[in-house]
Antibody, heavy 120, light 108 residues
């Protein structure tokens, strides 16, 4: 069965960077992509971007351009999301979700979420 | 960026009732690329509906989606106790995906 398992809770200071991982199993890794979605405490869902595990194409949310980098490692079957220059506004649960191979469509399977807390 | 507005913010219903949730887009959603998700406290969202009206794998047929252009609806017929949750719509017809603000379906 399809599973996405994310890395654990992170606590960071303002100005630091965080890198969250998402290990996939149960399907052909390079036939899909990965979306990243975050949710601030008590708030709704915010799409951060998508990366294709097929050809490496990326599409980032405009408000995060320049601060976010998404990568994949096919041999490790893992996707990564790095966010830099953290502020308290980046405190959220970060989710990976499987998406399309050529476009960020059909977020059909989700990881369990990774809590990132930014605090001095 | 397409802005999605969900209404109502909260829906208070009893088990067995029918829930009708609305999602209105600020511009037409290309190819009907509109999805619905369910989220329960402390859990990741779950895909219910994609492409406006197609049910995702394993989703019961009491969940149905409809609409076109800028107006979309999620209907849950005969609410079960496990259906009380927050529901989000999402469009993926543009390169910048967006979510609605959510509708909470609570037990009356």
């Amino acid at each position: 069965q399809v599973q996405l398992v994310q890395s654990g809770t992170e606590v960071k200071k303002p100005g630091a960077s965080v890198k969250v991982s998402c290990k996939a199993s149960g399907y052909t890794f390079s036939s899909y992509g990965f979306n990243w979605v975050r949710q601030a405490p008590g708030q709704g869902l915010e799409w951060m971007g998508w990366i294709s595990a097929y050809n490496g194409n990326r599409n980032y949310a405009q408000n995060l351009q320049g601060r976010v980098t998404m990568t994949t490692d096919t041999s490790a079957r893992t996707a990564y999301m790095e966010l830099r220059s953290l502020t308290s506004d980046d405190t959220a649960v970060y989710y990976c979700a499987r998406g399309g191979r050529l476009a960020p469509v059909n977020l059909d399977y989700w990881g369990q979420g990774t809590l990132v807390t930014v605090s001095s | 960026e397409i802005v999605l507005t969900q209404s109502p913010g909260t829906l208070s219903l009893s088990p067995g009732n029918t829930a009708t949730l609305s999602c209105r887009a600020s511009q037409s959603v290309s190819s009907g690329y509109l999805a619905w998700f369910q989220q329960k406290p402390g859990q990741a969202p779950r895909l219910l509906i994609y492409s406006t009206s197609s049910r995702a794998t394993g989703i019961p047929d009491r969940f149905s989606g409809s609409g076109s252009g800028t107006d979309f609806t999620l209907t849950v017929s005969g609410l079960e106790p496990e259906d009380f949750a927050v529901y989000y719509c999402q469009q993926y017809g543009t390169s910048q995906l967006t979510f609605g603000g959510g509708t909470k379906v609570e037990i009356k």
